[in-house]
């Protein structure tokens, strides 16, 4: 089994590229999709989070809004976040992948994780695609979708690796600046 991972600096179109394999039949792990549901289900996870956020809880139900608007302006806050929720999910991948390899099913298995360069994910993978985009098409691609304002989208940006260090980790890149039918076609 191949295990690629696939990363990418925010807006980039990781998802695209993602929905892009699967449609040519590889199995996808998405580590957002991950998150969520730890966010979600996870008890341990949420109990730390309450211990360490306790303002992000409404009658004991997690605001990941309000979460996003506590700890994205402080490093120490992400820091501190990361640190309850990278083991989980990496113990999470780290199970769907011995699924995969026990099944034998599926020969090629993209890992989509944005921090998987930040967070030392190379030890999971045989090969590093990276997704590039333009900076502000990248802010304009997530605002569109109207998952965060411009501010946001930028401050996020400066937090993660700048795209230039990640391209010096790729095996492979994907270039997204121009349309889906040449992104499908690299």
Same mark, same amino acid.
């Given at each position: 089994? !191949?295990?690629?991972?696939? !990363?990418?600096?925010?807006? !980039? ?6 929905? *892009?394999?699967?449609?040519?039949? #590889? ?15 996870? !008890?341990?996870?949420? @109990?730390?989070?309450?211990? %360490?956020?306790?303002? /992000?809880?409404? %009658? ?7 979460? &996003?608007?506590? /700890? =994205? ?13 990278? +083991? ?16 034998? %099913?599926?020969? /090629? /298995? ?8 930040? &967070? ?12 590039? &985009?333009?900076?502000?098409?990248? $802010?304009?691609? $997530?605002?569109?979708?109207?998952? *965060?304002?411009?501010?946001? #989208?930028?401050?996020?940006?400066? @937090?993660? *690796? +700048? ?8 095996? =492979?890149?994907?270039?997204? @600046?121009?349309? %889906? ?6």
């Amino acid at each position: 089994m !191949t295990v690629i991972g696939l !990363t990418g600096s925010l807006g !980039t179109g990781k998802s695209t590229a993602a929905a *892009m394999f699967k449609a040519l039949g #590889a199995e996808i792990i998405d580590a957002d999709a991950i998150v969520h549901e730890l966010l979600d289900q996870d !008890t341990s996870c949420r @109990r730390a989070i309450k211990k %360490k956020f306790p303002e /992000v809880f409404d %009658k004991g139900i997690l605001d990941r809004g309000q979460l &996003a608007k506590e /700890v =994205f302006p402080c490093e120490k806050k992400v820091k501190e976040l990361e640190g309850i929720l990278h +083991p989980a999910v990496r113990r999470r991948i780290k199970r769907e992948l011995q699924k995969l390899r026990v099944s034998g %099913k599926n020969p /090629v /298995v993209v890992l989509d994780i944005p921090l998987l360069l930040e &967070a030392g994910y190379e030890d999971v993978v045989d090969a590093v695609i990276v997704v590039r &985009a333009d900076k502000q098409q990248s $802010v304009e691609r $997530v605002c569109r979708k109207g998952k *965060m304002k411009r501010q946001d #989208a930028l401050n996020r940006l400066r @937090r993660q *690796m +700048p795209q230039r260090e990640k391209l010096k980790h790729a095996d =492979f890149v994907i270039d997204n @600046r121009y349309s %889906k039918a040449e992104t499908r076609a690299q």
